[in-house]
């Protein structure tokens, strides 16, 4: 069965950088898009970007375009997000979702199970 | 931004009512939109996608409807393990947006 599984909880300073995995197993991993998205404590689904998995094609949400960054590694069929310079608003639990296309438009149908990152001093 | 608005922000129900949300979309997406479902402490749960199409494995109750700015999303008979979150999200034009979502509560 598909499946996504993120890395463990986050703690970090203002400043510093942070990086989640999200591994995929149960499907063909270069053949779907996975897209990055948070969630701050109590609020909405924020979008952060996408990576195509084949060709290591990005796209980022324009207020993150400085300071984020995801990767892969194939042979692990894992995906990563980079983001650099973190401040107390980057607090959140950090999603990766699988795009699926349909015939209109795209859908997120298998997510990660979440990271908590905390920023905190 | 294509901005997505949903209403009601929060919502009381019985087991066994019926139920509506609606999303409005600032511009037409056509069918370009999906509904999630989130439970405490969990990840979001893809129900409808391309406004009206049921996800695998997801109950026949749930259903979705609409095009252009107004879709609805509707529960034809509360079941307890429904009371939850529900966001729209849209995919028409990037990045894609979500509704400020509409919590379901046991009344």
């Known amino acids: 069965q598909v499946q996504l599984v993120q890395s463990g909880i986050e703690v970090r300073k203002p400043g510093a950088s942070l990086t989640v995995s999200c591994k995929a197993s149960?499907?063909?991993?270069?053949?779907?898009?996975i897209h990055w998205l948070r969630q701050a404590p109590g609020q909405g689904l924020e979008w952060m970007g996408w990576?195509?998995?084949?060709?290591?094609?990005?796209k980022y949400a324009e207020k993150f375009q400085v300071r984020l960054a995801f990767n892969t590694d194939r042979s692990i069929n894992t995906a990563y997000m980079d983001l650099v310079s973190v401040t107390s608003d980057d607090t959140a639990v950090y999603y990766c979702?699988?795009?699926?296309?349909?015939?209109?438009?795209?859908?997120?149908?298998?997510w990660g199970q979440g990271v908590l990152v905390t920023v905190s001093s | 931004d294509i901005q997505m608005t949903q209403s009601p922000s929060s919502l009381s129900a019985s087991v066994g009512d019926r139920v509506t949300i609606t999303c409005r979309a600032s511009?037409?997406?056509?069918?370009?939109l999906n509904w999630y479902q989130q439970k405490p402490g969990k990840a979001p749960r893809l129900l409808i996608y391309?406004?009206?199409s049921l996800q695998s494995g997801v109950p026949s109750r749930f259903s979705g409807s609409g095009s252009g700015t107004e879709f609805t999303l509707t529960l034809s008979s509360l079941q307890p393990e429904d009371f939850a979150i529900y966001y729209c999200?849209?995919?028409?034009?990037?990045?894609?947006?979500f509704g400020q979502g509409t919590r379901l509560e046991i009344k």
């Open positions: 979702a699988r795009e699926e296309s349909s015939s209109s438009g795209y859908h997120f149908d298998y």
């Open positions: 990576i195509n998995l084949n060709s290591g094609g990005t």
């Open positions: 391309a406004a009206s």
């Open positions: 149960g499907y063909s991993f270069t053949d779907f898009y």
């Open positions: 511009q037409s997406i056509s069918r370009y």
């Open positions: 999200q849209q995919s028409y034009r990037t990045p894609p947006t």
